[in-house]
């Protein structure tokens, strides 16, 4: 069976957003610039108020992936919200203005930091499989059902009901609100709401998503009425809204949490994915917590970095990025792109190996932290690395003793995620990512929220990879009440004590590579968070074994053919392909004075807000 993100022939459509590029400058490497009931049709109002992508500020600053977002968070935190506050506004916002990425129906994590106790706290409000999930579910299913839809993203795991695991967004905003909010909750809410019941204008990322899942999107009665008569895409600055989702934020608003896992929409919730052929129970809604993680911590380069949840395969990504990244780069060849290019990818290599044997989740699997970052296994890492010639991930994977037999497995992973970042006034930082796993999630909603397809993110047996190539390890299979693997990690980095750096990213296996690359790129190189967000990136994940680069803004040709001479085996992807993107905020301190370089999604029309 084929499991592919989208259909090559799609993939010159997702050119368009990227469509305006800037021209190379010489000497450097290319930098792009930057079930329920149908929505009736929007007031006639213009499109919203244009934010910058970059800026810089002095009091707080929000850095998302959508200009309505931002501003939901600025007003907010103008209000005195703090940013708890204003990180609530910003993922409700995201879920009315881009639910293909984000909402209620989803989850996510979040890393705060508050500035009067220096105390750190990771949230993981990640989806939850259904009691009733097993190992062989999907498997089993696929044998039996054989050819899935001739659709994009269409397999059992992927579209309708059996995609669905338990969400947990609603919760994870609420406890976030409790343990650091300030701001009455009707007030935190009230912009999200404002949206979905005036308006919101369709940006250029929600009209390039809706063109290959048009057919699938037209089956929900909310985004049916989102597009026009004959038409196949949404267009861009066109305003619609959502009714239903605007009465679920009113219920939100009043009442919390809880009718989203005990009340009225629990049950609306499990009519409606069982009505699509999933398996969420009411007891599966109601059993579901919000987890308090451990962060994983990590120093290199004179620089705390703190991303993730420990045991978690994003934050650990990174964190040994850095680690052979701190040798391969020594201060006399940070100057070389070529240097830096060659480091980076054969960092990511051994994060990736580590990926598919250990990970899963930390409440029913034990994953070897401590012995992942075991000083000596480190060294040996980092003792491979050669200079001048690229190695087999194998070679980086330094299996740890065995710990069971290992079955060939497969796991999707999703584009529909979003990061962003939150400074306030008092120092207090949010750094927080939101998915419903692939674009559009389950592709259907209920009660105007996009139903996540989170259950994609399990592995599974099969004699394939999936679209990004990626394997996993049967610590990741479905099982009752577990939830998958993640390549998320909102991060914080510190330097004496006080945070320098919030970031983080959208892109499933892109995340790891793109955040460690823009982190390195303004802390390391001394680039500013403008220029490092605009650079060119590569991906590397181990298998295949290639060495990505930006297609629409490609590497230098003497950059590849050096990278070539060194072993690697280099290709520019299509300009159509969806890049991981990533938003940050660069907190600068001089002479007292604090500013905040903010960066919104520069590749998927994020923006910047803030005073």
Sequence with gaps: MRRLLLPLSLAPLFALLLAAGPEKEEGKASRPTGASKPSAAAPAEGPARALPVEATFGEYAVASAHPDASEAGAKVLSQGGTAADAAAAVMLTLGV???SSSGLGGGGFALYYKASDRSLT??????????????????????????????????????????????????????????????????VVEPARHLAQRGFAISAWLEMLSTPFAKQLKRDPVYA???????????????????????????????????FYEGAIAKDIVRGVRAKGGILSLEDLKRYRVAE????????????????????????????????????????KRKSELEVYHALTEAFKGPFADRVRYFGDPDQVQVPVAELMDSKR?????????????????????????????????????????????????????????????????????????????????????????????????????????????????????????????????????????????????????????????????????????????????????LIAGLK???HQVESEDTGKLQGGVSAIHIERNEGKRLLHGSGDVRRGGSVAGR
């Design 378 to 558: 480190v060294e040996r890492r980092m003792a491979l690395f050669q200079p001048t010639k690229a190695r087999n991930m194998s070679d980086y994977a330094l299996p740890l003793p065995a710990r069971g037999p290992e079955r060939a497995l497969r796991q999707p992973q999703g584009g529909g995620t979003s990061h962003f970042c939150v400074v306030d006034k008092e120092g207090n930082v949010a750094s927080v990512t939101t998915t419903v796993n692939l674009a559009y999630g389950a592709r259907f909603t209920v009660d105007g929220m996009a139903m996540n397809n989170e259950m994609d993110d399990f592995a599974r047996p099969a004699g394939q990879k999936n679209a990004f190539g990626l394997e996993e390890g049967a610590n990741n299979l479905p099982a009752p009440y577990k939830r998958p693997v993640s390549t998320m990690t909102p991060s914080i980095v510190f330097r004496d004590d006080k945070p320098v750096l919030c970031i983080g990213g959208a892109g499933g296996s892109r995340i790891v590579t793109a955040v460690t690359q823009v982190a390195f790129r303004t802390l390391v190189l001394g680039q500013s968070l403008q220029q490092a967000s605009r650079w060119t990136r590569i991906h590397h994940q181990g298998v295949p074994a290639t060495l990505f680069g930006e297609g629409k803004f490609p590497l230098r040709p003497e």
């Design 97 to 99: 203005v881009s639910p």
């Design 122 to 187: 990771f949230l993981d409000f990640r989806e939850q499989a259904p009691g009733a999930s097993t190992p062989e579910m999907f498997a089993e299913l696929e044998k039996r059902s054989g050819k899935p839809l001739d659709e994009p993203l269409a397999d059992p795991s992927q579209l309708g009901g059996l995609a669905v695991a338990a969400p947990g967004e609603a919760a994870g905003i609420e406890t976030l609100l409790q343990r650091f909010g300030r701001l009455p909750r009707a007030k």
């Design 293 to 332: 993680r451990k962060p994983l911590e990590a120093e290199r380069f004179g620089y705390r970095w703190v991303g993730g949840r420990a045991g978690g395969a994003g934050g650990d990504g990174v964190r040994a990025s850095w680690e052979l990244g701190e040798r391969g780069v020594p201060a006399n």
């Design 225 to 259: 009425a989102w597009f026009k008569k004959g038409s196949d895409t949404l267009v861009q600055g066109q305003r619609v809204r959502n009714l239903p989702l605007a009465k679920t934020l009113g219920v939100f608003a009043k009442q919390g949490a809880k009718p």
């Design 565 to 567: 001479k060194r072993g």
